[in-house]
């Protein structure tokens, strides 16, 4: 199951692929990553889902990522007489703390931490921003707003602040016991929505110490603006285009895509390009020419991964919508201008011993034309940084933690091979040179690079480059 690509793709999972037998066929079709989404999911569901997924991973013998994405702080009015209203442009409308069924001209805002927090000035967006407030006065029980975009609104629809940050926690109760649903079943990424600030990452880090990477959902212009802290706390970012085009001017939106990818791969952060990017395929077999630029965009950026939300979760061509990103990554990397494109937009490496180490790799791999960048990982930190380097040659991670290889699927163009750790690290190289003859990357006669922390085991000490020899006999000889 070795990829012709190095961008990785994320599959959501729901209603069109809730088999087994889909699943592997999304596998197989090229999804590396799967995502649940818990705003839909129960957790028998959930647990369903991850069985069905390692069964398919057992099968292949090939490590899957398995991605759990939070609801997160959902605000929402309340109710109307009637179940909705109409609103008319230029009309003075009221958000208040009364819970009496709303009208025409008010309603109950079941969240008076909002109340508390709004402002003069400050914009409020319903239903994805159908209707547009801008709040005239504030107090700590109601907000009066004066409409600058009329139409009909309905229970319960939901409100963005694209100008407020709200004191409001990150993990909802609901956020909360999910998290420990999922940590249970052994996930390997949380995907966290709605964040304001790096405390809400830490907040989750500390939920769960270890047991799965936490990714960061930048949809808020708040979050927006507070990237290069959110990126420190980060495991990885994820690019969630939907909220942010609500919440933000759409035209901002492509920009800022940019800004985070390029945040995300100067920190050596895995980051995921997400949200409609081939939206058509949910009723149709083929994707607009748009689409397909907009999934090549987000490559040519050299995003790590890009992610498929209702075209694998609920649409009619799961498998197709797949396939179809699996050919646009792989026609993407093949051009020429791609790995211009890559090599204009490298980072100077970090100053520290592993940063160093990967750019030295990199170097010499491309410079004596080697077949392969192996990587001895415990932690995948080693991983993560030669992928930071998106060195022209090929990267194989060799790790003796499933978990471990798992995570790495989601970062660029790592191989991952679950193997157990050698005795020496003589020994492991030898291994490495088989593997990279096993997996199809090296030929007996061809040298592959070898890069390692040692002692062997001990996380985020990359310390050692190794040039070795591929054999006749299939092991490696210095």
């Not at 079941?110 to 003069?120: R, S, T, Y």
């Not at 004066?146 to 309905?154: F, I, M, P, Q, Y």
């Not at 592959?448 to 990359?462: E, F, H, K, N, R």
């Amino acid at each position: 199951m070795r990829r012709q690509r190095r961008t990785k793709i994320v599959a959501t999972l729901g209603p069109a692929s809730a088999d087994e037998a889909t699943i592997e066929r999304l596998f197989v079709a090229g999804a590396d990553v799967f995502r649940i989404n818990m705003s839909h999911t129960p957790h028998d569901a959930m647990r369903n889902y991850v069985r069905m997924i390692r069964a398919v991973e057992q099968r292949h013998s090939r490590p899957i990522g398995i991605l759990v994405d939070l609801q997160g702080p959902k605000l929402r009015l309340d109710t109307f007489a009637g179940g909705s209203a109409e609103i008319a442009e230029g009309a003075t409308f009221v958000l208040d703390s009364d819970r009496k069924p709303g009208d025409a001209s008010r309603v109950h805002l079941p969240h008076p931490e909002v109340l508390a927090a709004l402002e003069p000035g400050h914009r409020l967006l319903i239903d994805d921003g159908k209707v547009r407030l801008v709040v005239t006065e504030a107090g700590k029980t109601r907000a009066i707003t004066r409409v600058e975009v009329g139409g009909r609104v309905s229970d319960r629809k939901g409100v963005s602040l694209p100008d407020t940050t709200v004191a409001l926690a990150a993990l909802t109760p609901k956020d909360r016991s999910d998290l420990e649903a999922a940590l249970d079943t052994g996930i390997d990424w949380i995907a966290l929505s709605f964040i304001q600030r790096p405390e809400d990452v830490a907040e989750a880090k500390k939920i769960t110490r270890g047991r799965a990477a936490v990714m960061a959902k930048i949809e808020k212009p708040q979050a927006v603006t507070r990237l290069a802290e959110l990126v420190e706390q980060a495991d990885a970012l994820m690019v969630a285009r939907g909220d942010l085009g609500v919440e933000m001017p759409l035209e901002q939106v492509p920009g800022i895509q940019k800004e985070i990818t390029h945040v995300a791969r100067h920190a050596g952060r895995p980051v995921v390009i997400a949200t409609q990017m081939l939206e058509s395929m949910i009723t149709s077999p083929v994707p607009t020419r748009a689409e397909v630029s907009d999934v090549a965009t987000a490559i040519y950026d050299g995003a790590d991964a890009v992610m498929l939300s209702a075209e694998s979760a609920a649409g009619k061509y799961p498998v197709e919508a797949v396939q179809t990103m699996n050919r646009i990554a792989e026609a993407v990397e093949a051009d020429p201008a791609y790995h211009a494109a890559i090599q204009s937009h490298r980072e100077a490496p970090e100053p520290t011993g592993a940063d160093a180490i990967a750019a030295a790799a990199r170097q010499i791999a491309e410079t004596l034309d080697l077949p392969a960048i192996v990587c001895l990982t415990s932690s995948g930190s080693t991983g993560i940084r030669v992928a930071r380097e998106r060195a022209r040659p090929p990267t194989i991670a060799l790790s003796p933690n499933l978990a471990t290889g798992r995570r790495l699927a989601l970062v660029w163009g790592v191989h991952c091979v679950v193997t157990e750790e050698a005795g020496d690290i003589d020994a492991q190289v030898a291994r490495a040179c088989r593997i990279a003859f096993r997996e199809g990357f090296a030929r007996p006669g061809q040298r592959v690079i070898v890069v390692a922390g040692v002692p062997l085991g001990t996380p985020g000490a990359t310390n050692m480059v190794r040039i070795a020899f591929v054999g006749a006999d299939d092991a490696g000889v210095d």
